[in-house]
């Protein structure tokens, strides 16, 4: 996988084309009397319908990826984000059928504004980081969200096969790097 940065957003090199979706995802932690908790949402509609993950969309327009998930964090939960708030933790790659689907920055913020709550889309809830439940999310998201929710950073390529939409797709693989140096690369943003 390769992407050249051009300010806040990343770009897939032009080898292959470009049709991918760009996504974010957002997760919000809180201490609660020593015990990190990180806020997850049960999806209500779409793709990822009643499984949890973190807050997020697609990028909409010009918007940068991290106008994206502060804009997609408030319209899920209504928790209010400033952008410099948000720690880069992630660029995810998602491949179905060998072609590219997604590529997703992920953010993690410990600054926020708000309680959660639910929306059409998403019902909120704060899981403990050791007790999340891993087998009602994404089968990748065991692989990466551990390093991220530890405070290390990731990137990763996550292989798909079996036709759409994405949520029915059988998991192939994976490459994942950890520990990943957003500033020294340029794409820190």
Partial sequence: MTF???????????DEPATMIEATLCFPLRDVGGTEEVL????????GEGWY???????????TPRECAVRETR????LEIDPADLEKAGELEFRLDGDRHTFCHVFRTRQFA???????EAYPEWFAVD??????MWEDDRLWLPAVLEGETVVGEFRFVGGKPLDEAEFAGHDLE????FDAI???R
């Avoid at 050249?4 to 032009?14: G, H, K, L, N």
């Fill in 178 to 181: 950890r520990d990943v140096d």
């Fill in 53 to 63: 993950n973190g807050p997020g969309g697609k990028l909409e327009g010009e918007e």
């Fill in 114 to 120: 708000g309680e959660p709550h639910p929306s059409e």
């Fill in 131 to 136: 007790d999340v439940p891993y087998d009602r």
């Fill in 75 to 78: 319209e899920e939960v209504g």
């Fill in 4 to 14: 050249e940065a051009d300010t806040e957003r990343v770009y897939p090199v032009p």
């Fill in 40 to 47: 997850l949402i049960e999806k209500r509609r779409g793709l």
């Fill in 186 to 188: 340029g794409r820190s």
